[in-house]
């Protein structure tokens, strides 16, 4: 129930951790997969790796989408293309980061479900979407309010377009991870006055892996899930249960 054999599958964020990993595990599943992302050098060592085919374009851009996805017999998507954006408080927030970063997150992933719902639904053989939203959406997270705003309006967008898209046998549903220790994110997850608190409230207490978020996602968009729509589904080692 996890083949996807002759099922075009788009991956935005392709050329980062999450998006990478889910390109991997969807090509060994035998899906044809539409490997999108900013670093061009990093989405073509990706696709020479898997056999994915590059698709490169701009979340903030609508026509750039619009054309890139346009006429394009695709049947699932995962939207994982996002941005950080800044650690800041609601008091020095800086409007412009926090513009972006629901420019990328929140309404790149929109339009990118805007167009590939229109050919799936020209196809008419269903489909499904996975949005990679965050727990940051789930519970307040210090220094997060431009990331975790961005990441409750996709969760949102999920629930609306799984009430939408149902009746075109479209299932939609988010995945909220918690933090993936990578370099880019050790900067600030690193630090021991954030890391080791952190970790004591998590009842696993570790950080996640790019493995451990991709195969939930690739199990969404399987007929395994086949009746799983609208939900987020926190993979966050039991920190939001708490």
Known sequence: MTDFSGRTILVTGASGGIGGATVRHLVEANATVLASGRNIEQLEKVAAETGATPLPFDLTSEDSIREAIEGRDIWGVVNSGGWGGEIATPQDSDIAVFDKVMAINARGSLLVTKYASREMIRQGKGGAIVNISSQASLVALVGHIAYGSSKAALDNITRVSALELGQYDIRVNSVNPTVI??????????????????????????????????????????????????????????????
Not at 199 to 217: C, F, K, N, S
Not at 231 to 241: C, Q
Request: proline fraction near 10%; avoid cysteine; charge should be negative.
């Open 181 to 242: 220790m990578t370099p880019m994110s050790a900067w600030y997850w690193g630090r021991p006055e954030i890391e080791g608190p952190y970790l004591e409230q998590m009842p696993l207490g570790r950080w996640a892996t790019v493995d451990e978020i991709a195969a939930p996602v690739v199990f969404l968009l399987s007929d395994a899930a086949s009746m799983i729509s609208g939900v987020s589904l926190p993979i966050d080692g039991g920190f939001t249960a708490r």
